[in-house]
């Protein structure tokens, strides 16, 4: 008796874990992060006189944003090629951001619209020139790389937003969320 009572106790929790193995398993989709993001650079270069380059670089995009050096101060009615780079400054040696964007670009879109000032006739259009590699209905607008042209002299603000859109890209800046969303002045002479 004394041995039929030892092998249940040895029984039991044997089958306690034996059942519980046999649950069904929870597949759990692993998230896709939004990309940390510190600094931020616009890097504009004339069409028509490459060695006119313009550089505008907001850091410290997490905490208190250094607008120092990010205004980009443009020519009136003149054609820039623009780069984006993007950083994450909290790791040792900086991320470059950018290259993760570039290998996710199915998920990636910048956003960049200008707003002049109060009563200012001055303009800013930006046209995306690269894109992803997303099948029919795409491929969609990245946003790395842009065409920006100015019009008349005046000022205001380009609003730059990286939309992080996972398995949800459309070519349209609604669904996702924001991996950056910051502005750059603007100054046209």
């Known amino acids: 008796m004394q041995l039929l ?8 929790p044997v089958m306690l874990v034996a ?22 650079t616009l890097t504009l270069t004339n069409k028509a006189v490459p060695t006119d380059i313009v550089t ?7 905490t208190n944003a250094n607008f120092t050096n990010a205004t980009l101060n443009l020519k009136a009615n003149t054609t820039y090629s623009g780069v984006v780079t993007l950083l994450d400054k909290t790791k040792t040696p900086a991320l470059d951001a ?28 930006v046209t995306i020139t690269d894109k992803d590699s997303n099948p029919a209905p795409g491929p969609y607008p990245i ?16 609003k730059v937003v990286l939309r992080h859109q996972p398995n949800s890209k459309n070519g349209t800046a609604t669904p996702g969320s924001s991996d950056l969303d910051t502005d750059f002045p603007v100054v046209i002479k």
């Open 5 to 12: 009572k030892k092998a249940l106790w040895m029984i039991v």
């Open 19 to 40: 059942s519980s193995c046999k649950k069904d398993e929870q597949n759990v989709d692993p998230t896709d992060d939004n990309e940390a993001i510190t600094t931020a």
């Open 56 to 62: 505008a670089t907001i850091e410290n995009l997490n």
């Open 98 to 125: 950018t290259e993760e964007i570039k290998e996710k670009a199915n998920e990636h879109l910048f956003v960049y619209t200008y707003t002049a000032a109060t009563s200012d006739p001055s303009s800013l259009t």
């Open 143 to 158: 946003g790395l790389t842009t065409e920006m042209k100015t019009g008349a002299a005046g000022s205001g603000k380009l």
